[in-house]
Every structure is written in structure tokens, then in C-alpha cells.
């Protein structure tokens, strides 16, 4: 029997990425930097899985945005400093 998982801090920190990064215009947003910006957040903060066929991700997600979301935006803020005004590319 195969389980479904889901780390509901991907989708958080994406929204919030999202939201951050349209406050940033000369920040590149390719694929590569997002990618490079989420990675760096999500391996400093734990990881918090849900089972998606318990319907809890959601109100789960919400009880993180509250205890987390300082740590999140500190970080966003730094990974955006390190690689959206520095492109590992050309």
C-alpha cells in the first residue's frame, strides 16, 4: 500500500515567496533562482508532513503560519539577498 505524504512547508513557503518576491522587482524570479530561494528556507526549517487523505493539511497549515512565519519571511529575506540579487547564472 502506497502512502501520500506532503510536507505542507513547501506550500507555505511558496505562497509566501510568491508574495515576497513581487516586493523585489530587480530580483530575478527564473526557475532556478525560486528553486534556489525555497530550498535554502526549507532546509533550515522542519519538516511538517500531513497525510493528504486526512483533510488536516489544511488546518495543520494554519497552526504553522502562525508559530513559523517569522522564521519563514527571516529567511525568505536572506535567501532572497543570497541568490535573487546573485544568480547562480548567466
Not at 493539511?57 to 494554519?62: D, G, N, Q, V
Amino acid at each position: 500500500m502506497i502512502r501520500k505524504t506532503r510536507n505542507i512547508m513547501e506550500d507555505i513557503v511558496q505562497k509566501h515567496m510568491d508574495e515576497m518576491l513581487i516586493k523585489y522587482p530587480r530580483i530575478c524570479k527564473c526557475e532556478k533562482c525560486c528553486d534556489n530561494i525555497a530550498v535554502y528556507v526549507l532546509n533550515r526549517i522542519p519538516a511538517q508532513y500531513v497525510t493528504t487523505e486526512s483533510g488536516a493539511m489544511y488546518a495543520l497549515s494554519e497552526k504553522i503560519q502562525v508559530e513559523e512565519l517569522s522564521k519563514i519571511l527571516k529567511l525568505l529575506v536572506e535567501a532572497i539577498s543570497a541568490f535573487g540579487r546573485a544568480p547562480n547564472h548567466r
